[in-house]
């Protein structure tokens, strides 16, 4: 039967029999709070050591808890539990997967029967390696067992009634190093990576998108079904991939040349049918933007019949009828009105501004009469902004000087629990506050105004500067002209005062006559540009319209299509020039 640690003279009878003094027992129980009859102490979870014959082992303790230990009673030996206030004994580092551990301190007539006897309480033991210097190793089955056979560390052992040296002795138990619970470890990490890399490969298989359908190989049956899908809307895009593929793939021979031709065709009609969906996306789109142009410029109204009923109610001869709770929400939803109205003007200014940017460069005379407007426009705004600038400033400026005054009064007067001043204090430095974040919007606001308004400026310098150039050139040519009727040798004169001023745009010359040349209905200024790139990445377009531009007896700009289809194209009249000439 199981002795309580409790009993002091159960106590120190076990201590004089193995030999040694009974240390900090003095009649009292060690631990105070201890109860006798419930077996644990009062406020601290029940601890249960381990019992004989039944192997149970207390879960992991905090070290901050006291553990109690008792006296084990086995059939041969009896094992004493070490003192409770020496520190516990020391252990090594854990090696991986350990299942092995060391026991020292065993009695000299200690038998393996006795050790297997004491510690297969602890769990079931595979091997014991015992020695004749009174240690051995033994290996568990399991990693936890080892944890439970360290439990037992430091306690006495005693062999039957005996008190010989040779059948006592202090147990010592650690990890040991063992090769065969390293290689078992090691082989169930491997195993672990194993299990994780292909869940991770699973998972990754699971997220992949999943592959496309296998293009069946080609065939005069399987081409005569992709011609047929060719020519449905719904299915043309499955049969054009596999078009592509047979094509890629290389079946395309002799015999089937014929075959992939009717496909091609096939495929050929339906850009037409793509050209008219995409103008009536376009379509679309053009109205849902008119539409929403429409709806934010009547919401625009209604926010400025708003903010004119707030300030109409700003005023003096309606202002002083409210109450100060009254004013305060007023100048609020003002001000939060006016923040919304300006947003929404800046959304509508934008769409406005990407429509002016999609104007077409034909258009430059109206775009410059368009600019000056804009430019006035801006300039006027800049002004507005200029003077609600000032005007912010001086309210600013009003409002400090009141709010100082409201300090000065409550500093002589010495009320700090006056609620009325404090509230009006608050009031006046919010509406400070807000005073100041609306003046650095219409700052930056004024800011933005005058880039853009410097821009314009440029834009309209560099348009008077090509105006300039091409009056200059204007008069040059009808100066080589009147030079060229009085001359005696017009060729020659024409020649040498030709407008082409290097070698370079010499060969320019004679590259886009030649391409003009095989294309008689004329080509776009993009389309001769295009052409050039491949000879030339650094060609530049407005340098070729400037140099065909000069050259008015070789090429000539004329306006093709109808509607929206209107282009412009150059065409080459060398010939019809030097007849002129």
């Not at 077409?360 to 200029?386: F, G, H, N, P």
């Not at 400033?393 to 609620?419: F, I, T």
């Amino acid at each position: 039967m199981t002795l309580p640690i409790s009993d002091p003279t159960a106590w120190a009878t076990a201590m004089n029999n193995l030999g040694m003094a009974p240390l900090g027992i003095a009649g009292q129980p060690i631990l105070p709070d201890f109860d006798p009859a419930l077996g644990m102490m009062t406020g601290i979870p029940p601890i249960t050591p381990m019992m004989p014959g039944l192997g149970i082992v207390p879960p992991p303790i905090p070290p901050d808890m006291p553990v109690v230990k008792e006296i084990i009673h086995c059939k041969s030996c009896t094992l004493f539990p070490p003192n409770p206030n020496l520190p516990p004994p020391a252990t090594r580092e854990r090696p991986p997967g350990c299942k092995t551990v060391f026991v020292g301190g065993l009695p000299e007539n200690g038998t393996e029967q006795i050790i297997v006897e004491v510690f297969e309480q602890c769990g079931e033991i595979i091997a014991i390696r015992k020695s004749k210097k009174n240690f051995c190793h033994i290996r568990f089955a399991e990693e936890y067992m080892v944890d439970k056979a360290l439990y037992l560390s430091g306690y006495r052992i005693r062999l039957g009634s005996s008190t010989d040296k040779k059948d006592t002795g202090r147990l010592h138990v650690d990890f040991a190093q063992a090769r065969d619970d390293l290689y078992e470890w090691e082989c169930k990490q491997r195993m672990l990576a194993r299990e994780e890399r292909h869940r991770r490969r699973m998972e990754e298989e699971r997220l992949r998108p999943p592959s496309p359908p296998p293009v069946v190989h080609y065939s005069d049956h399987e081409c005569s079904i992709v011609a047929e899908k060719l020519k449905d809307d719904s299915k043309f895009s499955e049969a054009v991939q596999t078009l592509l593929t047979w094509i890629e793939r290389g079946e395309v021979n002799r015999r089937s040349a014929n075959n992939f031709y009717s496909m091609i065709q096939s495929a050929n009609s339906h850009v037409r049918r793509l050209v008219n969906e995409k103008a009536a996306h376009e379509k679309d789109m053009e109205e849902a933007k008119e539409k929403f142009k429409q709806a934010l410029s009547g919401i625009l109204i209604q926010f400025e019949q708003i903010v004119a009923v707030y300030h109409s109610a700003s005023k003096q001869k309606a202002w002083d009828h409210f109450t100060k709770a009254q004013r305060k929400n007023i100048s609020v939803w003002c001000k939060q009105a006016e923040e919304i109205r300006n947003i929404h003007n800046d959304e509508l200014m934008g769409i406005r501004r990407e429509e002016e940017m999609e104007m077409s460069d034909d258009e430059i005379e109206e775009t410059t009469e368009r600019k000056e407007t804009e430019e006035s426009a801006l300039v006027s705004q800049a002004e507005a902004l200029k003077e609600e600038n000032d005007s912010l400033r001086w309210q600013l400026d009003a409002y400090r000087n009141e709010v100082e005054l409201l300090k000065q009064e409550q500093g002589k007067a010495h009320r700090e629990d006056d609620p009325n001043k404090e509230q009006q204090l608050k009031l006046l430095q919010q509406a400070l506050q807000g005073m100041q974040q609306h003046l650095l919007k219409v700052q930056e606001e004024y800011k933005r105004k005058e880039a853009e308004l410097e821009k314009i400026k440029d834009d309209k310098l560099q348009v008077e500067k090509m105006l300039e150039n091409l009056k200059e050139k204007e008069s040059c040519a009808s100066r080589l002209c009147a030079s060229s009727q009085d001359s005696d040798y017009p060729l020659e004169k024409t020649l040498n005062s030709c407008p082409v001023k290097s070698e370079r745009e010499a060969l320019l010359v004679g590259i886009i006559s030649t391409f003009l040349h095989v294309h008689p209905f004329g080509a776009s200024i993009e389309y001769i540009c295009s052409y050039l790139h491949r000879l030339d990445n650094k060609i530049c377009t407005s340098d070729v319209e400037c140099l065909m531009s000069r050259l008015q007896h070789t090429f000539k700009q004329e306006m093709t299509g109808v509607g929206a289809s209107l282009e412009k194209r150059w065409k080459f009249c060398g010939f019809e020039g030097l007849k002129l000439t």
